[in-house]
Nanobody, 127 residues
């Protein structure tokens, strides 16, 4: 069974940067699109960014477009989320997720596109 472990969260001032990592177990990481979602207190989990299995296509929520960058290193079985120009409204628990289907044509932006989830990492942005 695939395990996803996020790291890199923390406390940062507004305008600062963080890079989240998502390490995946298993030998088929390169075959799957990956996504990042976040959940703030009292709110539903929402899409942040996703990347295709080969890394050539990406998708972003409008709220993070131009500030966040998703990437994946298939040699290291790791996905990343580089977050720049952070705002207090970016405060949330961030989750990485693996797409349900290998070699998916669609990158995936819905919760139910993804079948495996990490435990989450807290990102707090102070004003």
């Amino acid at each position: 069974q695939v395990q996803l472990v996020e790291s890199g969260g923390g406390l940062v001032q507004a305008g600062g940067s963080l890079r989240l990592s998502c390490a995946a177990s298993g030998r088929t990481f390169s075959n799957y699109a990956m996504g990042w979602f976040r959940q703030a207190p009292g709110k539903e989990r929402e899409f942040v960014a996703a990347i295709s299995w080969g890394g050539s296509s990406t998708a972003y929520a409008d709220s993070v477009k131009g500030r966040f960058t998703i990437s994946k290193d298939n040699a290291k079985d790791t996905a990343y989320l580089q977050m720049n120009s952070l705002k207090p409204e970016d405060t949330a628990v961030y989750y990485c997720a693996k797409h349900r289907e290998p070699w998916s044509v669609r990158v995936g932006t819905r919760l139910d596109d993804f079948g495996s989830w990490g435990q989450g990492t807290q990102v707090t942005v102070s004003s």
